[in-house]
């Protein structure tokens, strides 16, 4: 969740105006048009996709490119998009939606120009391996560092911002052609996702999805947040058993963990009346013992979380992020959830959240 002023939390909960902005620049950051306001667009975060966020954007007929270095080209221009709020005092309190390059601008028979972006992941998939590489040991830096080497080898004017992982050291890979599958291998290897923050700045994640403290509060009733919610519970893709199987390169036998849910209280309770649903990953990445336990937990408990969705469309909130743990209530129904993906609306509409609630588990390796 972004940073924000107790008065922007407070404006939420009764009648606001929205703003939203769009500044564009070059790769290297040189100014190419600043506070452009934004007819009408949103942007989309997805942590299931390797290119996280999209965009699109409506602007006024004058801002259609007409030349390759035209500020909103798809040339030259890589776009940031902040929105939030605007106060009866003319203050108005923004916050970074959305970082990425033009991929696409159209005008339309009405005059409208639309235009579609997407986040600087995009820039690191676009640039394959143009020969085989091989991974970079050092005693002195891990995987972090070798997966921040292939982005900024994309990306000369990446930034990073701050990881929550365990590094470890970089295993011998050899990689063909995709730069994408080279990041997963590594980022899998810590049991994380790489992906772009809405300031543009890459970042390594955990992705298991055991709720921590609610970062906010989206209720049903007056003054509340939501306007209105369905929930889901299925066994689609809902395994409590994970086996991670990793190759070793000298021949030797594989690397074999599995993960299962334990905990006798627990609705998917390995072998209780839930059943024995087991997945098995096979990973490319040689791994220790201790990082395909890891793997494994955090698989498991992704795949555990799938127990019960929520779709919520509510007052949008520019400060949440995909990944943040929000409280719901609905129609007397509370559960704290994980945002897996949402969609940001940039000047009308209400927010769309798709969020996982995990079913707490005793996991451990067999």
Same mark, same amino acid.
């Given at each position: 969740m972004l940073p924000s002023t107790a008065v922007y939390k407070q404006v939420l909960h009764g009648p606001h105006k929205r703003v939203a902005y769009i500044d564009a620049y070059d790769i290297d950051g040189n100014v190419l048009a600043q506070s452009v306001p934004i007819i009408d667009g949103q942007v989309r975060a997805?942590?299931?996709q390797r290119v996280t966020r999209s965009a699109d954007f409506e602007l006024p007929d004058k801002f259609y490119p007409r030349s390759s270095t035209d500020p909103f080209s798809p040339?030259?221009?890589v776009v940031r998009i902040r929105a939030g709020l605007a106060y009866g005092n003319g203050m108005e309190e923004t916050f970074p939606v959305f970082t990425g390059r033009v991929s696409e601008a159209g005008r339309l028979s009405d005059g409208a120009v639309?235009?579609?972006a997407d986040d600087l992941a995009s820039d690191v998939l676009a640039y394959r391996f143009e020969q085989p590489q091989a991974s970079q040991q050092s005693p002195f830096s891990g995987i972090v560092a070798e997966i921040q080497r292939l982005i900024l080898e994309a990306?000369? *004017? %990446? =930034?990073?911002?701050t990881n929550d992982v365990t590094d470890s050291p970089v295993p011998p890979l050899v990689w063909d052609e995709d730069r994408g599958k080279a990041l997963d291998d590594l980022s899998e290897a810590l049991g994380a996702r790489w992906y772009t923050l809405g300031n543009g700045d890459f970042v390594l994640r955990m992705f298991n999805y055991a709720p921590s403290t609610p970062v906010q509060e989206i209720l049903d009733g007056p003054s509340g947040?939501?306007? *209105? %919610? =369905?929930?889901?519970?299925t066994r689609d893709g809902a395994a409590n058993s994970i086996v991670v199987v990793s190759e070793r390169l000298d021949g030797s036998p594989p690397v074999r963990v599995i993960a299962r849910d334990t905990r006798p209280t627990s609705p998917t309770l390995f072998g209780g009346p839930y059943g024995k649903v087991s997945q098995v990953i096979k990973v490319q990445t040689p791994l220790t013992n201790l990082e395909a336990q890891t793997l494994a937990r955090t698989q498991l408990s992704a795949s555990v979380a799938l127990s019960e969705q929520w779709s919520v469309q509510?007052?949008?909130d520019h400060t949440l992020e995909p990944g943040d743990t929000v409280r719901l209530r609905y129609r007397g129904v509370t559960a704290d959830q994980i945002i897996d993906s949402m969609t940001y609306p940039l000047l009308t509409g209400t927010m769309n959240l798709s969020t996982r609630g995990t079913v707490p588990a005793d996991i451990v390796g067999a």
């Amino acid at each position: 969740m972004l940073p924000s002023t107790a008065v922007y939390k407070q404006v939420l909960h009764g009648p606001h105006k929205r703003v939203a902005y769009i500044d564009a620049y070059d790769i290297d950051g040189n100014v190419l048009a600043q506070s452009v306001p934004i007819i009408d667009g949103q942007v989309r975060a997805d942590l299931t996709q390797r290119v996280t966020r999209s965009a699109d954007f409506e602007l006024p007929d004058k801002f259609y490119p007409r030349s390759s270095t035209d500020p909103f080209s798809p040339y030259v221009s890589v776009v940031r998009i902040r929105a939030g709020l605007a106060y009866g005092n003319g203050m108005e309190e923004t916050f970074p939606v959305f970082t990425g390059r033009v991929s696409e601008a159209g005008r339309l028979s009405d005059g409208a120009v639309r235009f579609r972006a997407d986040d600087l992941a995009s820039d690191v998939l676009a640039y394959r391996f143009e020969q085989p590489q091989a991974s970079q040991q050092s005693p002195f830096s891990g995987i972090v560092a070798e997966i921040q080497r292939l982005i900024l080898e994309a990306v000369p *004017q %990446a =930034t990073f911002g701050t990881n929550d992982v365990t590094d470890s050291p970089v295993p011998p890979l050899v990689w063909d052609e995709d730069r994408g599958k080279a990041l997963d291998d590594l980022s899998e290897a810590l049991g994380a996702r790489w992906y772009t923050l809405g300031n543009g700045d890459f970042v390594l994640r955990m992705f298991n999805y055991a709720p921590s403290t609610p970062v906010q509060e989206i209720l049903d009733g007056p003054s509340g947040l939501m306007s *209105q %919610a =369905t929930t889901s519970q299925t066994r689609d893709g809902a395994a409590n058993s994970i086996v991670v199987v990793s190759e070793r390169l000298d021949g030797s036998p594989p690397v074999r963990v599995i993960a299962r849910d334990t905990r006798p209280t627990s609705p998917t309770l390995f072998g209780g009346p839930y059943g024995k649903v087991s997945q098995v990953i096979k990973v490319q990445t040689p791994l220790t013992n201790l990082e395909a336990q890891t793997l494994a937990r955090t698989q498991l408990s992704a795949s555990v979380a799938l127990s019960e969705q929520w779709s919520v469309q509510c007052v949008p909130d520019h400060t949440l992020e995909p990944g943040d743990t929000v409280r719901l209530r609905y129609r007397g129904v509370t559960a704290d959830q994980i945002i897996d993906s949402m969609t940001y609306p940039l000047l009308t509409g209400t927010m769309n959240l798709s969020t996982r609630g995990t079913v707490p588990a005793d996991i451990v390796g067999a």
